[in-house]
């Protein structure tokens, strides 16, 4: 057990409301991190703010009017306080948004820094990116930073905040969200991002990560590059031949480099890795995969196993989809930018948290992270926040572990499921002019 992880003293175990959720993180850590916001005694302190806005993120039901419910009913909060949201909203108001950040990225460093070695692909680790986007109200501040997509009719579209995420791919950490509007530019995202890169990392992506711009200073900065080859041709009959459709060779640098690069000094030349493989499923067409890697030694990195590495990018795709379908942060609630994102980061704690009891409880199971359920964790915890109980905290997280390796997904490599929902929805006419028009015409009617 990871000492970073559990908190083993009682003093720090004092109730707050929410036990189980303290299994993840020090209590300490979070008053630290929040400490002098508090300026008066106050029933909503931030500590407390910050667990039931924590419980809240988990719960199936987001409203403040829940939260605040479930809260009484673990003995989170005083029977002084007011039963009405106007209150916990303005504590939520007064957690400042880097903290938040903070915490929330902290858990998932400190995830991945708990990683077994044996769990890392050839001991290293390895880091996917991929981009997504959330939907928040249609508000005008919303609408100015994070402007809606420009086939949308006005009024008739939402605000979309961009993201580039990197994820562990060894325990599923999320690392840290970069978030833009406009249309976002997920590249100029995913550079923000290179700071929570070490030397000796692997980097894994799709076609968009193969630039030869990125590969040079990625390399350049001791950090390995596996992506899918974008529009460039290659010609496996040049360079050094490894094998059939596997060869190393001399990438040149453009003529015209981007402006974004300023001062950056960039090598003329660059030696990379191609490889093509074919992806075969039963009842589809074959599909032919390039990608290129900086990682030359074919006797360590071989073909397959680069093959299959690459097939484990889609564990990004599972991964978003836990935190924005099931977590439900696929619509962010709140009115204002800064509030949007707040929220945002509240999602990426509490994803972070779950994958920290998912991975323990893997690993007491001795079996990979991906046969723990993520709805199933949900669930658990929410209920265990919930749950008004005397027992002490190592019987409640004991009883979590022990629930969760026992409720393992089954092993179904290689499964097959059509994209396509059977239940239809229901047949509303789409929203096509702005609202405020569409009632107006209603009481002309």
Not at 74 to 91: D, F, P, R
Not at 171 to 195: H, I, M, Q, V
Request: hydrophobic share 45%; charged share 25%; glycine share 6%.
């Amino acid at each position: 057990m990871v000492k970073s992880f559990i908190v083993r003293r009682a003093e720090e175990l004092k109730a707050a409301g929410a036990t189980i959720l303290q299994a993840a993180f020090s209590i300490e850590l979070v008053t630290q991190v929040l400490g002098g916001l508090q300026k008066r005694k106050r029933y909503f302190d931030p500590l407390t703010t910050w667990l039931i806005f924590l419980g809240q993120t988990l719960a199936a039901d987001h409203s403040c009017r829940n939260a605040l419910a479930l809260a009484r009913a673990a003995g989170a909060l005083s029977t002084k306080a007011s039963v009405h949201t106007g209150a916990y909203c303005q504590a939520r108001e007064r957690l400042p948004e880097e903290p938040l950040h903070q915490l929330a990225c902290g858990l998932g460093a400190q995830l991945m820094e708990s990683e077994r070695t044996e769990d890392r692909w050839f001991k290293r680790r390895v880091v996917a990116v991929d981009g997504s986007s959330v939907s928040m109200p249609d508000t005008p501040e919303n609408q100015a930073l994070y402007p809606q997509p420009s086939a949308q009719a006005p009024g008739c579209g939402f605000p979309v905040m961009y993201l580039c995420t990197l994820l562990s791919l060894a325990s599923g950490a999320l690392l840290d969200f970069a978030t833009g509007g406009g249309c976002g530019n997920e590249l100029a995202l995913w550079r923000k991002l290179w700071g929570l890169l070490r030397a000796g990392d692997i980097v894994l992506g799709d076609r968009l990560y193969s630039t030869y711009v990125d590969l040079a200073l990625l390399r350049a900065l001791g950090v390995d590059v596996v992506a899918r080859l974008g529009r460039r041709k290659t010609d496996f009959r040049k360079g050094r031949i490894l094998s059939v459709t596997d060869h190393i060779i001399c990438w040149y640098a453009p003529k015209v480099l981007p402006a974004w690069l300023g001062t950056q000094v960039i090598p003329p030349q660059l030696t990379v890795r191609e490889l093509r493989f074919q992806v075969e499923v039963s009842g589809f067409r074959a599909e032919t995969i390039t990608l290129v890697t900086t990682l030359l030694d074919a006797d360590i990195y071989s073909k397959e196993a680069l093959a299959e590495l690459f097939f484990c990018r889609w564990q990004v795709e599972l991964r978003l989809r836990d935190i924005k379908t099931m977590l439900g942060m696929d619509c962010l609630r709140t009115k204002t930018p800064e509030r949007a994102r707040k929220e945002l980061w509240m999602y990426l704690a509490a994803y972070n948290l779950l994958r920290t009891f998912m991975y323990m409880a893997a690993q007491k199971a001795g079996v990979p992270v991906a046969r723990i359920s993520f709805q199933g964790c949900r669930q658990r915890v929410a209920a265990a926040n919930q749950a008004k109980s005397g027992a002490a905290f190592s019987v409640c997280y004991r009883r979590l572990i022990r629930e969760l390796t026992n409720d393992l997904n089954p092993d179904r490599p290689f499964r097959i499921e059509p994209r396509a929902v059977k239940r239809r929805p229901k047949q509303y006419n789409l929203l096509n002019k702005p609202r405020a028009v569409l009632k107006r015409e209603l009481q002309a009617a």
